[in-house]
T-cell receptor, first 112, second 113 residues
């Protein structure tokens, strides 16, 4: 049963700390997305990669957020330093050639 | 500026009746539309999609209608079941953006027994 795997599922951290979220896309998928869900904004795109190359990260606050794909089986989203306004659910999704993308279960981040 | 809008934050329907969820978009370059369903504490799951060259796509109890001239699509669920209670997201793909999906803010559907 192929699925997108995200870790950690839940994270509570103090303001100013570094947070790293990891994603394992579905094997064979060449496009990876990071979305953030908040009450106010719904699902907003932060960044996405195709064949490990970043295509668009315009939705990401550049001063504190960074996204990378060290290899085809791992995508990371890092926040440094974290702030309370970063509290949200962060979803990773992956897709192959075509139109449908598949989401992981999300990483629930709380910054206190 | 929202390119994909779901103007109803919530919808309540009786079991067995039809649920109609609506979505409007502004970008005429969108070429593919999808609906995702999301249960609490889970990621969105793909439900049904439609290409801009079609006006209807049906899959079991779920039908999506597309009205390009009105830039409007809708998801019909019939008959509605309590297990359909979830948040439904409309999404659109910009044909020029290599697969990026733009999501609406979602509509919470409650199906009452």
């Amino acid at each position: 049963d192929a699925r997108v795997t995200q870790t950690p599922r839940h994270k509570v951290t103090e303001m100013g700390q570094e947070v790293t979220m990891r994603c394992q896309p579905i094997l064979g998928h060449n496009t990876v997305f990071w979305y953030r869900q908040t009450m106010m904004q719904g699902l907003e795109l932060l960044a996405y990669f195709r064949n490990r190359a970043p295509l668009d990260d315009s939705g990401m606050p550049k001063d504190r957020f960074s996204a990378e794909m060290p290899d085809a089986t791992l995508a990371t989203l890092k926040i440094q330093p974290s702030e309370p306004r970063d509290s949200a659910v962060y979803f990773c999704a992956s897709g192959a050639e075509g139109n449908t993308i598949y989401f992981g279960e999300g990483s629930w981040l709380t910054v206190v | 500026d929202q390119q994909v809008k779901q103007n109803s934050p919530s919808l309540s329907v009786q079991e067995g009746r039809i649920s109609i969820l609506n979505c409007d978009y502004t970008n005429s370059m969108f070429d593919y539309f999808l609906w995702y369903k999301k249960y609490p504490a889970e990621g969105p799951t793909f439900l049904i999609s439609i290409s801009s060259i079609k006006d209807k796509n049906e899959d079991g109890r779920f039908t999506v209608f597309l009205n390009k001239s009105a830039k409007h699509l809708s998801l019909h669920i019939v008959p509605s079941q309590p297990g359909d209670s979830a948040v439904y997201f409309c999404a659109a793909r910009n044909g020029g953006s290599q697969g990026n999906l733009i999501f609406g803010k979602g509509t919470k559907l409650s199906v009452k027994p």
